[in-house]
């Protein structure tokens, strides 16, 4: 599957970005699919997560309110709605898919980086303060 990740840019402390991943080559609707993000000299780190139906999903507690993870199976996309940024969000922030048909995992599995076969190039944002 191939996943290309958008609409990363450069905001001050407060604002909002929607991310999106378009997915092609497999079938999105059967995939999990995450967020991941990784600062300036970090590794890379679990952001939130949509289960395959998308009925469920999982936040890190570091995005948790601010964040929200959807999808549109009929368009193949993922998205990422980043409200009330912090300088700490500054990252580059990649989009993530398993490579199982309708799995469900158990909640800590969906927040490691094992879990996901292909993952999208990136797209970076800056949170100035």
């Known amino acids: 599957v191939q996943l290309q990740a958008s609409g990363g840019g450069s905001v001050q402390t407060g604002g909002s970005l929607r991310l999106s991943c378009a997915a092609s080559?497999?079938?999105?609707?059967?995939?999990?699919m995450g967020w991941f993000r990784q600062a300036p000299g970090k590794g890379r780190e679990f952001a939130a997560a949509?289960?395959?139906?998308?009925?469920?999903?999982y936040y890190a507690d570091s995005v948790k309110g601010r964040f929200s993870i959807s999808r549109d199976n009929a368009e193949n996309t993922l998205y990422l709605q980043m409200d009330s940024l912090k300088p700490e969000d500054t990252a580059v922030y990649y989009c993530?898919?398993?490579?199982?048909?309708?799995?469900?995992?158990?909640?800590?599995?969906?927040?490691?980086?094992?879990?996901?076969?292909?993952w999208g190039q990136g797209t970076l944002v800056t949170v100035s303060s």
């Open positions: 993530a898919a398993d490579g199982a048909n309708r799995r469900t995992y158990l909640r800590k599995d969906y927040f490691r980086t094992g879990t996901y076969d292909f």
């Open positions: 949509i289960g395959w139906s998308g009925d469920s999903t």
């Open positions: 080559g497999r079938a999105f609707s059967s995939s999990v």
